[in-house]
C-alpha cells in the first residue's frame, strides 16, 4: 500500500518562509516521479513543482518559478518543497503525489497516480 504523509504546512506572514516535506512508504521511491500540488475552495488542483526520479530536473510553475525549490532525498524517501517569499494567493492546501511512469516534465494532475491527504498553508497579508 503506498502511502504519502506531508508535513510542514502552517501560518506565515507574506515573505516569510515554509518548506513542506513528503514521505512515502509502499513503494520504490527512487523510481517515481514526484511532485507538489495546490488546490484551492472552487478552483482545479494545479502544478507547483515535480522532480525527475533521479532529482536532477524539475518542472515548476509560473508561480512558482524563482521562489520554490523542490529537492528529494532518494535515502530518505522524502521530497521537499521550499517555498520562499510566499504571498496570500499562495494560501491553499498542497498535496504530494506520486507516479511511476513519469509525469515530471509536465506535472500535471492527471498524470500522478498516488497523493497524500495534504497540508494547509496560510499566508497571511
Known amino acids: 500500500q503506498v502511502l504519502l504523509v506531508e508535513s510542514g504546512g502552517g501560518l506565515v506572514q507574506a515573505g516569510g518562509s515554509l518548506n513542506l516535506s513528503c514521505t512515502a512508504s509502499g513503494l520504490h521511491f527512487s523510481v517515481y516521479s514526484m511532485g507538489w500540488f495546490r488546490q484551492t475552495p472552487g478552483k482545479e488542483r494545479e502544478g507547483v513543482s515535480c522532480?525527475?526520479?533521479?532529482?536532477?530536473?524539475?518542472h515548476y510553475s509560473s508561480a512558482a518559478d524563482g521562489r520554490f525549490t523542490i529537492t528529494r532525498d532518494n535515502a530518505k524517501n522524502t521530497v521537499y518543497l521550499q517555498m520562499n517569499s510566499l504571498k496570500p494567493e499562495d494560501t491553499a492546501i498542497y498535496y504530494c503525489?506520486?507516479?511511476?511512469?513519469?509525469?515530471?516534465?509536465?506535472?500535471?494532475?492527471?498524470?500522478?497516480?498516488?497523493w497524500g491527504q495534504g497540508t494547509q498553508v496560510t499566508v497571511s497579508s
Open positions: 522532480t525527475a526520479p533521479s532529482g536532477m530536473s524539475a
Open positions: 503525489a506520486a507516479n511511476l511512469a513519469g509525469g515530471w516534465n509536465t506535472c500535471r494532475r492527471d498524470g500522478f497516480e498516488f
